[in-house]
């Protein structure tokens, strides 16, 4: 099924965390931070705003041009919380300089501003030639918590939020597109967002920037159950995270063992490693997929330019 048939695809644009790595043998794998382009049934959402958004961006800005018919950018953009390695490309998604992208921009934030005043305040104020009042583009911001869902209706760009009520609330009907989410305090300073996207009878998990427990994390295993896809953060192995001398326990990020526990325990379908830490070049990570293909055939390492056709 090619690109034009499909009405649920998962592109990945970047796929590394904390910072990137363009350098000769970190191709093949990728260099790029968060982020990830979903197609659901016409609607464009994208994971995050990481180096990745950029590619994405001018692939966008290609098609734009192309089109006889110039339809609008439209995208919603689902942030799961502001560390750099996941926003860092947005002032350089180019639909954002067009008058005629419309943007909207979902996230959380603890800091008791809002989402669009602590976007300007780290990206465009004092780090960028333009401020973000002055984007071309028709921006929307909103936020998200546990107790809301984005519904995405065929005949509109914009998402209705709607309060989640019973599980039905989150279960789309007809040609709806629903989005959920869960709030995960493992990461530093102020937790992390877990999406869900969900349409027709495929969902997709993105559980990005998170640290598990001791016998797995039960609230997600029960919000990723039965899910197509599992994009799981895995940026250390287990040697380096439980490592004597610096170890990684705390710093917000799983294992791929704690990945393939999660993964085991939602009954998911198949499993991303994501998240890869920068210092982890091809041949590592040819190396830890090979292992990790052994115990679980349903899991892969997301690679930059892989896309998934669920539906």
């Not at 034009?4 to 191709?27: A, D, M």
């Amino acid at each position: 099924m090619n690109n034009s048939e499909s009405k649920f695809s998962v592109k990945f644009y970047g796929v590394r965390g904390s910072y990137p790595t363009p350098e000769y043998g970190f191709l093949k794998y990728g260099g790029n931070t968060s982020c990830i382009e979903l197609k659901v049934n016409n609607h464009l959402i994208i994971l995050d705003a990481g180096t990745g958004i950029i590619k994405l961006g001018e692939n966008l800005i290609k098609n734009y041009i192309s089109d006889s018919y110039r339809h609008d950018i439209n995208a919603t953009i689902l942030l799961t919380h502001l560390h750099l390695d996941h926003i860092q490309g947005l002032p350089f998604f180019q639909p954002l300089h067009l008058k005629s992208s419309n943007i909207n921009i979902i996230g959380n934030t603890d800091y008791n501003t809002d989402l669009d005043e602590d976007i300007a305040a780290l990206l465009f104020e004092k780090s960028f030639p333009i401020g973000l009042s002055d984007i071309a583009a028709n921006l929307n911001f909103a936020q998200i918590n546990d107790s809301y869902a984005l519904i995405f209706n065929p005949d509109s760009y914009v998402p209705e939020l709607q309060k989640i009520e019973t599980d039905e609330d989150a279960t789309p009907v007809d040609d709806e597109v629903i989005v959920s989410c869960l709030k995960s305090q493992s990461h530093p300073q102020n937790g992390v967002i877990i999406y869900k996207i969900a349409y027709k009878d495929k969902s997709v998990v993105y559980a990005t920037d998170k640290e598990s427990f001791v016998g797995g994390d039960k609230r997600l295993a029960m919000f990723a159950r039965n899910a197509d896809l599992l994009i799981h953060d895995a940026q250390y192995t287990t040697d380096e995270y439980i490592n004597s001398c610096v170890s990684k326990q705390g710093y917000g990020h799983s294992t791929f063992d704690m990945a393939l526990e999660a993964f085991s325990q939602s009954h998911a379908k198949s499993l991303a490693f994501f998240h890869l830490d920068p210092n982890y070049n091809d041949e590592m990570l040819l190396e830890i997929e090979n292992h990790y293909n052994n115990i679980c055939s349903n899991s892969f390492i997301a690679k930059e330019g892989q896309e998934i056709i669920l539906l």
